[in-house]
């Protein structure tokens, strides 16, 4: 079998393509806070990776090929060729792809957050000027003696 027709390759060139999309679209959300921006993003992730089971019918009587594919595909080519039965179960798990993205999204905000610091009272609040062990330092001036 050549190359160009493998099951994986095909897999394999989908993974990277969809790795792509996600980030030139994080990218493209770099307006939005990181609250909106994480969360969205993985929604559009869980949407491409959720997979989903087909069936097509092949040119013998009562054949059919069973496989794999994304399920927002699956709910596509069954909505444009009118399937109600293919339509259901791929909709169904395109929802959940994009409800589990969504959540780890919030998932990552929540963890990247990170403790906030408190800032005493005498101290700026950017951390300029202490050091090591909070002592205020003096920054060198140059021409005054």
């Not at 990181?34 to 089971?53: C, D, F, K, Q, S």
């Not at 069936?55 to 013998?60: R, S, T, V």
């Amino acid at each position: 079998m050549p190359i160009t027709e493998s099951m994986s390759l095909l897999w394999l060139s989908y993974g990277v393509l969809s790795l792509v999309i996600l980030l030139t679209g994080y990218l493209g959300l770099a307006f939005l806070p990181r609250l909106l921006r994480l969360p969205i993003t993985w929604l559009v992730a869980g949407v491409m990776w959720m997979p989903a089971r087909f069936q097509l019918p092949l040119l013998e009587d009562g054949d059919v090929y069973t496989g794999f594919a994304p399920a927002v595909v699956v709910a596509a080519v069954a909505f444009l060729e009118r399937n109600a039965d293919a339509l259901m179960p791929a909709l169904v798990l395109t929802l959940l792809g994009a409800g589990l993205g969504a959540l780890f999204g919030l998932l990552l905000w929540w963890r990247g957050r990170g403790p906030s610091k408190s800032v005493s009272p005498g101290e700026p609040e950017n951390g300029a000027g202490v050091g090591p062990r909070g002592a205020v330092r003096r920054e060198p001036v140059v021409g005054q003696g």
